[in-house]
Nanobody, 115 residues
């Protein structure tokens, strides 16, 4: 069973940057397509970026050009580099499979963009 642990969130001013990490355990993590999700208060969880095992990436339109998803399969870790952050990026960020039967959700990491 894959376990997911997200980290790297925090409080940042608009225009700032953060790098999130998602550490996964389990033998299938490195070959799985992985995604980063976020959930703002009162809103549904949404997929913002995903990456295949080979490194192919896709992004939600609102984060294109600002966020970069990457992975290090040797470390079973997926990253989300977030630049030019906006207040509307404030949310709890999670990683998981983009669709289908997902792994158990981790605790997420809080990102707050505020001056």
């Amino acid at each position: 069973q894959v376990q997911l642990v997200e980290s790297g969130g925090g409080l940042v001013q608009p225009g700032g940057s953060l790098r999130l990490s998602c550490a996964g355990s389990g033998r299938f993590f490195s070959v799985s397509v992985m995604g980063w999700f976020r959930q703002a208060p009162g809103k549904q969880r949404e997929l913002v970026a995903q990456i295949s095992g080979a490194g192919t990436t896709t992004y939600k339109d609102s984060v294109k050009g600002r966020f970069t998803i990457s992975r290090d399969n040797a470390k079973n870790t997926v990253y989300l580099q977030m630049n030019s952050l906006k207040p509307e990026d404030t949310a709890v960020y999670y990683c998981n499979l983009p669709a289908g039967l997902r792994y158990p959700w981790g605790q997420g990491t809080q990102v707050t963009v505020s001056s």
